[in-house]
């Protein structure tokens, strides 16, 4: 198993993906592609801001129409997400 790259089109500066390169079942040499997900994200951005405040909004819309009491929701984001 070796580590490569595989450079996509062009768009400006031909951005590279990291990528892991073996042998596959049938013998094909593949290009695994790897992720790095980060543990926190952090909103840095007007857009996002608002999707998340929009997101917000909407999720105590729907709570208060299924008459969900707020910690009811505080124990689901603690068991979707440990981190909240």
Same mark, same amino acid.
């Given at each position: 198993?070796?580590? &490569?790259?595989?450079q996509?089109?062009?768009?400006?500066? &031909?951005?590279?993906? $990291?990528?892991?390169?073996?042998?596959?079942?049938s &013998?094909?040499?593949?290009?695994?592609?790897?992720?790095a997900?980060?543990?926190?994200? !952090?909103?840095?951005? $007007?857009?996002?801001?608002?999707?998340?405040?929009?997101?917000? !909004?909407?999720?105590? !819309?729907?709570?208060?129409?299924?008459?969900?009491?707020? !910690? $009811?929701?505080?124990?689901?984001?603690?068991?979707?997400?440990?981190?909240?």
């Amino acid at each position: 198993m070796a580590d &490569g790259i595989v450079q996509v089109p062009p768009d400006s500066s &031909g951005k590279k993906i $990291d990528t892991t390169e073996l042998v596959n079942a049938s &013998g094909a040499t593949v290009e695994r592609q790897r992720v790095a997900i980060p543990d926190v994200v !952090i909103v840095d951005s $007007d857009f996002l801001r608002m999707l998340l405040v929009e997101a917000r !909004i909407q999720t105590m !819309i729907l709570a208060a129409a299924f008459e969900v009491p707020d !910690i $009811d929701l505080d124990i689901l984001r603690s068991q979707i997400d440990p981190a909240a």
